[in-house]
């Protein structure tokens, strides 16, 4: 996508005017998110909805790719196994269905199975198995059928 | 000794016990709520973890989230701070379980001080003065008749109760008829108890507390009063100490009967004695806080101690250096909670700080979680700050936090410092004379 720097500048000055943090304008295929970090630096993201061609920066390296997250429920232990020796519950590659298992997160010596809220096919394992993860961490990327 | 230490809190309380541990020499793990995700405890202490939503039920109430939370970060130890789940001895339970060390006290200690009646009688045995009162009132003839030989008026009391919910003044038996069934009602439904009693009705008394640590060895220490008589609606505001309105021989007699009743309890930690003074000048226990309390900075200054490294400490299994004779407080020390909520209506108010600037100088400390830029989110409790100032007498002291104040720049949100001016700069205060009545006296 094209920046215009007109419209960016006014975003800013706007989000500066009414003290906000975060000011997102959708257009067509491109979005483009002005943010303000409470620690008053300010950040711009821009990205393209529909796939960037350019080479992500670190901001977009974070943002979103197609398709949907399943986030973690809990703060817990990631395993994708439901043994140690055992085979991941899914690979990439792999079509899912609703309520299929995809990964466990162990909290307090209980292993939580996390099913699958969507149907689709797994695009992105996020996670290492073993490595710790917080409310919310992204934990697979499905793209939805 | 500890290695790391979780903070199960949020706000000035977290970076509070976050600068003990760094002082020790321990690491800290913050955790936090998605909306706390920029707050400054999760900034400043050495690993930050997101345990839930901005719900506080489902975060920092949630305890499976944070046991979690220090198994994945390997903290062997955990401080619960005040509020959310520091009285709460299944919490404390469930981190001996986890193999996690809870500063704080025993669960079974929670739970004696925690139910009403039952620290009541506790104290009484201990040989604490209590207030006159009831045993649990079995139903409204049983009340009335109790109420009777109290004699009115007298204070109805939910044994679940805290903070001053469910609590009501009665002047007559047709009071007692009309109000008994409705309260049981009211008290069941919010603490999910509807068990009832009476105490006798003081009528602007003063809130006086003492604050005391007790190790594993057994030792209790006692380390003076606060005197917190400026409330609104049962919630401190503004607190002092020494108390003007005690002797030094009525502290120092109270201090040892303190010292041998807790002594008998074999209490664990830090914990404050919550007394009333009425109008005769006489002591009357109140209730236990078994934790760290907002207010304890003043104890700190005036009597040159850190209490929160004390209950680490203390949790490692050290012994409390009690020195012989007992410290004595040195100065006067005041400390304004500083609020996010309007200083008329005193409705609620969150959102972003625009500019923040606090105090400085001598004699002047802030404990605070927010910064210039950052959000108070509204799901809280509205402290954002807490002034607190020492000084040689209290005359200075008072003079000192008006400086204080007027110097502290808030934007962007209202707050009650300008009620705290007015509080300061009124002759009765200055003289002294308050009660739990003042501020609704000056606010007519």
Same mark, same amino acid.
Do not use: K, L, S, V
């Given at each position: 996508m094209k920046v215009d720097l007109e419209q960016l500048r006014e975003l800013i000055r706007l989000l500066d005017e009414a003290n906000l943090t975060e000011i997102e304008v959708e257009h067509d295929d491109d979005r483009i998110r002005v943010r303000r970090d409470p620690a008053a630096i300010m950040q711009v993201a821009t990205q393209s909805v529909a796939g960037d061609s350019g080479a992500p920066s670190a901001e977009a390296a974070a943002a979103d790719e197609p398709g949907e997250y399943v986030t973690s429920p809990f703060v817990g232990t990631f395993y994708r196994a439901p043994t140690p020796a055992g085979d991941p519950f899914v690979e990439v590659g792999d079509e899912i269905v609703v309520g299929q298992v995809l990964c466990i997160v162990e909290a307090m010596k209980l292993m939580n199975e996390i099913e699958a809220e969507t149907a689709g096919t797994v695009v992105e394992v996020l996670v290492e198995n073993g490595k710790p993860v917080e409310y919310g961490d992204r934990l697979f990327r499905i793209e939805a059928t | 000794m500890f290695k790391k230490v979780l903070i199960a809190n949020r706000g000035e309380i977290a970076l509070r016990v976050i600068r003990s541990c760094r002082e020790r020499g321990l690491r800290t793990v913050a955790v936090h709520s998605e909306i706390d995700a920029d707050a400054l405890h999760t900034r400043l202490a050495d690993e930050a973890i997101c345990i839930g939503p901005a719900e506080a039920a489902r975060s920092y109430l949630h305890i499976p989230a944070i046991i979690a939370a220090a198994e994945i970060t390997g903290a062997d130890a955990v401080h619960p701070g005040y509020g959310f789940l520091s009285e709460n001895p299944e919490f404390a339970e469930t981190c001996a379980q986890c193999g996690l060390v809870f500063i704080g006290p025993l669960p079974e200690q929670m739970r004696q001080w925690g139910d009403k009646v039952r620290a009541r009688k506790l104290a009484k045995s201990l040989g604490l003065p209590i207030l006159e009162g009831t045993e649990l009132l079995t139903d409204v003839d049983d009340a009335v008749r109790k109420a009777e030989a109290l004699g009115f008026p007298v204070l109805l009391k939910a044994s $679940? $109760? $805290?903070?001053?919910? $469910?609590m009501q003044v009665l002047r007559s038996a047709e009071e007692v008829q009309a109000s008994f069934e409705t309260a049981r009602a009211e008290c069941t439904a919010a603490f999910g108890n509807g068990a009832l009693y009476f105490e006798r009705f003081l009528d602007r008394p003063r809130h006086i507390e003492f604050q005391i640590l007790g190790d594993q060895l057994g030792n209790i220490q006692v380390l003076g009063e606060r005197e917190c008589s400026i409330q609104r609606r049962h919630q401190k505001l503004l607190e002092e100490a020494p108390s003007v309105a005690l002797s030094d021989e009525q502290r120092k007699d109270m201090s040892e009967t303190i010292r041998r009743a807790m002594t008998e309890a074999g209490y664990l930690s830090a914990g404050t004695l919550e007394f009333l003074l009425d109008e005769r000048g006489e002591l009357t226990f109140l209730e236990m806080n078994p934790r760290i309390q907002v207010e304890h900075p003043v104890t700190e200054l005036i009597m040159g101690v850190d209490l929160v490294a004390e209950q680490i400490r203390i949790a490692e299994g050290e012994a409390l250096e009690v020195p012989d004779p007992p410290l004595l407080p040195r100065g006067h020390a005041i400390e304004c909670r500083i609020?996010?909520?309007?200083?008329?209506?005193?409705a609620p108010s969150p959102g972003v700080i625009t500019e923040f600037h606090m105090a400085g100088g001598t004699g002047v400390r802030v404990d605070s979680g927010v910064y210039g830029g950052g959000r108070v989110p509204p799901h809280y409790d509205p402290l954002i700050a807490k002034l607190i100032v020492h000084a040689p007498t209290r005359a200075r002291a008072i003079a000192k936090m008006r400086r204080a104040l007027s110097e502290t720049i808030i934007g962007g949100i209202r707050t009650n410092i300008p009620l705290h001016q007015r509080i300061l700069g009124h002759p009765a205060f200055e003289q002294g004379r308050i009660s739990t009545g003042f501020l609704d006296d000056l606010q007519g």
């Open positions: - | $679940g $109760g $805290g903070g001053g919910r $469910g609020n996010a909520e309007d200083p008329d209506t005193f």
